[in-house]
């Protein structure tokens, strides 16, 4: 029985556990405070933390089934690659399921250079394995860092790679979405390669980088008519813009013009800064990007996580896997 108060007071909301305390400050003064009080003092969490805490919420958003996530660009050497595996490890460190970047470029795809290798296997050795029955399967074909992000590496014989077409691109999904949740795929640079007509058919998102230039404007501006008048109207209105930053110091553009010849046409543009760590084209390490870097991969993150509750685009492409003739 609750104990009895003067003139039939009830308990306060405080005492029957209904006030969510504050949680307590992990950095800066706030943590240093709340410690040397012992935890009585408890200034709460900065706007940082606050603002941070909902950007991981938002990453963590539930995804039904599998979620395609295609990176491309028109011109090479604008950081594809490095945002690919950014929003890789973005994904992969912060959520419980599994992630997953496969290599589809046709022209020696370095995305495999990006992180460790524990496997020379290739993705043609993925299609070519006729024992894929469970997820160590399929382990076997991929590389996996401390982020849990595996790769899937694209063919080194450029003879080969250049035989990877829409056809094995798809067998090769299919097979990777029996098993994992979230799909990136690192694009070529050729929208007209036959792989890309598979990219596109089976993508759930689009992901555009282009670098702080005009010129770099101008060609993302003409992929999306490109994409516009060949029947992905849905995939650009859905799109994001990817300005990666190529060397340090102030940008050369003014960015909120440069971002408004796009926002009229897509979802969101989004800055990725110049990071030393990523520029040395060596194995991302999540540890080693700076405090802003990692924060830009996660508000990318984010963007695209608020997509995941939509039905999932109709494709052919869907269709049941069969393993596709080894290229010759």
Same mark, same amino acid.
Request: hydrophobic share 40%; proline share 6%.
């Given at each position: 029985?609750?104990?009895? $108060?003067?003139?039939? /007071?009830? +308990?306060?909301?405080? %005492?029957?556990?209904?006030?969510?305390?504050? !949680? &307590?400050?992990?950095?800066?003064?706030?943590?240093?405070?709340?410690?040397?009080?012992?935890?009585?003092?408890?200034?709460?969490?900065?706007?940082?933390?606050?603002?941070?805490?909902?950007?991981?919420?938002?990453?963590?958003?539930?995804?039904?089934?599998?979620?395609?996530?295609?990176?491309?660009?028109?011109?090479?050497?604008?950081?594809?690659?490095?945002?690919?595996?950014?929003?890789?490890?973005?994904?992969?460190?912060?959520?419980?399921?599994?992630?997953?970047?496969?290599?589809?470029?046709?022209?020696?795809?370095?995305?495999?250079?990006?992180?460790?290798?524990?496997?020379?296997?290739?993705?043609?050795?993925?299609?070519?394995?006729?024992?894929?029955?469970?997820?160590?399967?399929?382990? $076997?074909?991929?590389? /996996?860092? +401390?982020?849990?992000? %595996?790769?899937?590496?694209?063919?080194?014989? !450029? &003879?080969?790679?250049?035989?990877?077409?829409?056809?094995?691109?798809?067998?090769?999904?299919?097979?990777?979405?029996?098993?994992?949740?979230?799909?990136?795929?690192?694009?070529?640079?050729?929208?007209?390669?036959?792989?890309?007509?598979?990219?596109?058919?089976?993508?759930?998102?689009?992901?555009?980088?282009?670098?702080?230039?005009?010129?770099?404007?101008?060609?993302?501006?003409?992929?999306?008519?490109?994409?516009?008048?060949?029947?992905?109207?849905?995939?650009?209105?859905?799109?994001?813009?990817?300005?990666?930053?190529?060397?340090?110091?102030?940008?050369?553009?003014?960015?909120?013009?440069?971002?408004?010849?796009?926002?009229?046409?897509?979802?969101?543009?989004?800055?990725?800064?110049?990071?030393?760590?990523?520029?040395?084209?060596?194995?991302?390490?999540?540890?080693?990007?700076?405090?802003?870097?990692?924060?830009?991969?996660?508000?990318?993150?984010?963007?695209?996580?608020?997509?995941?509750?939509?039905?999932?685009?109709?494709?052919?492409?869907?269709?049941?896997?069969?393993?596709?003739?080894?290229?010759?």
């Amino acid at each position: 029985m609750p104990e009895s $108060r003067p003139g039939g /007071q009830l +308990p306060t909301n405080d %005492e029957l556990g209904l006030i969510r305390h504050r !949680p &307590a400050p992990q950095h800066g003064w706030r943590k240093v405070i709340h410690r040397a009080s012992g935890g009585v003092i408890n200034p709460g969490e900065s706007e940082g933390e606050v603002f941070q805490k909902a950007l991981i919420e938002r990453v963590n958003q539930p995804v039904h089934g599998a979620y395609s996530i295609a990176v491309l660009s028109m011109k090479g050497g604008v950081g594809k690659t490095t945002v690919t595996v950014g929003l890789g490890v973005t994904f992969a460190s912060l959520r419980g399921d599994r992630v997953v970047a496969l290599d589809a470029n046709p022209d020696f795809g370095t995305l495999s250079q990006r992180g460790p290798t524990e496997t020379s296997s290739t993705v043609r050795d993925l299609l070519l394995d006729n024992n894929i029955g469970r997820y160590s399967d399929v382990r $076997r074909h991929t590389s /996996q860092g +401390p982020s849990r992000l %595996e790769i899937v590496a694209s063919e080194r014989d !450029p &003879a080969v790679s250049k035989a990877f077409s829409a056809a094995h691109y798809r067998g090769a999904l299919n097979l990777l979405q029996r098993f994992y949740n979230i799909i990136v795929t690192d694009c070529g640079t050729g929208l007209v390669h036959s792989t890309m007509a598979g990219v596109l058919d089976e993508a759930d998102a689009l992901v555009i980088v282009a670098s702080p230039a005009a010129d770099a404007a101008r060609s993302s501006l003409a992929t999306l008519d490109w994409l516009h008048h060949h029947g992905y109207t849905q995939l650009v209105s859905d799109a994001v813009i990817v300005i990666s930053s190529p060397r340090p110091g102030a940008l050369p553009i003014d960015i909120p013009k440069f971002s408004g010849h796009f926002l009229s046409r897509v979802r969101a543009v989004h800055g990725i800064p110049f990071d030393r760590h990523l520029a040395e084209g060596a194995e991302v390490s999540l540890d080693r990007m700076k405090g802003k870097t990692r924060q830009a991969f996660m508000g990318l993150a984010a963007t695209i996580a608020d997509g995941f509750g939509k039905a999932v685009r109709p494709s052919a492409g869907r269709a049941e896997f069969q393993h596709p003739r080894e290229p010759r």
